[in-house]
Each structure stands twice: as C-alpha cells, then as structure tokens.
C-alpha cells in the first residue's frame, strides 16, 4: 500500500507571493491533517479535514487554509508569504470511520517551503 | 489547553546502552499520549501511543513508554541502543474529548556513538 504522498518536496517563493502545497493520503484514509515544523516553534497543528470538511483548527493566521476534495486528496494553501513561513509542512492520514486524530496518523516525507 | 513539555532537547548515549526519553505532559482533562519518531529528510513515525488499559506499553524497534499519571509523565525507554536509532523523537499529546489535535513537544535529538 503505497504511503502518504507530498508535493512537491521542495519549493522556494519570494515574500507576497502565494504557494499550494498537495498531499495525498494513504488509500482508504478519509482524515488529513497539516501540521508546519520549524526549529523555533516545533511542531503546529495547523488544520484537519474529514469528508471535504474541516474538523480541527490550529491557531494559525486566516493567510492559511486549506481544501480536501472528494478522493481525500488535500491541498493548504499560504497567501502573501512571509519570511516566517519557511518551514517543513507535514501533511498526516488517519484511517477510522470517525476520523478522530487518535486513530494512528500516518505522515508523509514533507514539503520544505523556503521564503526570500 | 494542552501542553507537553521534553526535558532534554538533545541525549548522546553510547551504542547498546539504555536511554530513557522524558516527557510530561499538562492538561486538565483526559488526554491519549504518542511517542513518535522522525529520521532525516523523512516525515514522522508512530512508535508507540497509549489510550488506556495497562500503563506501560510497547512500540516498534524496541521501545516501550510508561504512563504514570499521577506524574503526568510518559517517558520512552530503550534497554539497548543501535546506531540506527539516531533520530529526533517527539512525544504528543491529544485530548480524548472535543476539539482533537496534536500538540507536540520540542523534540529531543538522540544520538547514539559507537
């Protein structure tokens, strides 16, 4: 079974600019999440879809959002970058009918966002 | 709100010997507790999680955690390293009821020297 996919793995934008981040989950799996890493804050929640809906909300500007449309497949998109958005965005697939996020959540390899 | 808080941001330990991960956790309610890990370049891995019953519980690759809540603790524990298990190892939480995600800890590097 193949895993969780992201694309693409590596993009580099200029501030003001806007950026789409796709993740593809585990076949089956109905529930995405997005989570950003960076060395100074770690590790965030940033939002969670189930059904084409979102579930769970992190605490993170409105310039974040995101989509799932009916196959699963999951897209976040950032508008008007800023310098501080550079980071590794980690996208996570859950099996479950209910979708809950303590169901194992399974992560793909990341898309490393660099902002100049 | 929920909080997890890693003691040790970065652990060396030599190869085949014992290394405990700490954790501890803060919340007013119930929470499920992960231990998960992430390699280079790579996303992350479950290694383990608790949800109830028996408190001390195993994961992959040999490790295993124990919930003790009156600590509100959940330290990982391995009885003997390998080279392989170099990584970055983060531990998280999340509340059984309402609003579900994963709040994560700083992370603590270990890395094991030959």
């Known amino acids: 079974k193949a895993g969780v996919t992201q694309t693409p793995r590596y993009l580099i934008k200029t501030r003001g600019q806007q950026v789409t981040l796709s993740c593809s989950p585990i076949?089956?799996?109905?529930?995405v999440s997005w989570y950003q890493q960076t060395p100074g804050q770690g590790l965030q929640f940033l939002f969670e879809?189930?059904?084409?809906?979102?579930?769970n909300k992190g605490n993170f500007p409105g310039r974040f959002s995101g989509r799932q449309f009916s196959n699963s497949r999951s897209e976040m998109n950032v508008s008007t970058l800023e310098l501080g958005d550079s980071a590794l965005y980690l996208c996570?697939?859950?099996?479950?009918?209910?979708?809950?996020?303590?169901?194992?959540?399974?992560f793909g390899p990341g898309t490393r966002l660099t902002v100049l | 709100a929920q909080s997890v808080t890693q003691l040790d941001s970065q652990v060396p330990v030599f190869e085949e010997a014992p290394v405990e991960l700490r954790c501890n956790y803060s919340?007013?309610?119930?929470?499920?507790l992960f231990w998960y890990v992430q390699y280079p370049n790579q996303g992350l891995q479950l290694l383990l999680k608790?949800?109830?019953?028996?408190?001390l519980v195993k994961g992959i690759n040999g490790f295993e955690a124990e919930f003790n809540k009156s600590q509100t603790s959940f330290h990982l524990r391995k009885p003997s390293v390998h080279i392989s298990d170099t990584a970055e190892y983060f531990c998280?939480?999340?509340?059984?009821?309402?609003?579900?995600?994963?709040?994560f800890g700083q992370g603590t590097r270990l890395t094991i020297n030959p």
């Open positions: 996570a697939s859950s099996s479950g009918t209910s979708g809950s996020l303590y169901n194992e959540q399974f």
């Open positions: 919340s007013s309610v119930s929470v499920y």
């Open positions: 998280a939480v999340t509340l059984i009821q309402g609003a579900q995600k994963l709040v």
């Open positions: 879809y189930f059904s084409e809906t979102q579930r």
């Open positions: 608790y949800l109830s019953g028996s408190t």
């Open positions: 076949s089956g799996h109905r529930s």
